[in-house]
């Protein structure tokens, strides 16, 4: 049973940055898809940011050129770094992967204050 252990949320001011981690265990397989949803209260889940096995990455228009993903397929893990955070960021983060099947994380709150 494949599980995704989330880290690295919490509160930070707006301008700053945070870091979000997202582990995968209990695989023998790589993920041919990894990646960050989001959901804020009143709003649908979006995904905000992917990343295939090959490296090939695609962003949300509203965090483009402020959130970077990247992989470690060794480790089956992946990162969000966020900067110039923002208020309209706060959300929980939902760390997503993929075979023929989807796996969710628990999710990690992610609040920006003004």
């Known amino acids: 049973q494949v599980q995704l252990v989330e880290s690295g949320g919490g509160l930070v001011q707006s301008g700053g940055s945070l870091r979000l981690s997202c582990a995968a265990s209990?695989?023998?397989?790589?993920?041919?898809?990894m990646g960050w949803y989001r959901q804020a209260p009143g709003k649908q889940r979006e995904l905000v940011a992917g990343?295939?096995?090959?490296?090939?990455?695609n962003y949300a228009d509203s965090v483009k050129g402020r959130f970077t993903i990247s992989r470690d397929n060794a480790k089956n893990t992946v990162y969000l770094q966020m900067n110039s955070l923002k208020p309209e960021d706060t959300a929980v983060y939902y760390c997503?992967?993929?075979?023929?099947?989807?796996?969710w994380g628990q999710g990690t709150q992610v609040t920006v204050s003004s």
């Open positions: 997503n992967a993929r075979t023929s099947s989807f796996y």
């Open positions: 209990g695989s023998m397989f790589s993920f041919n898809f």
């Open positions: 990343i295939t096995s090959g490296g090939i990455t």
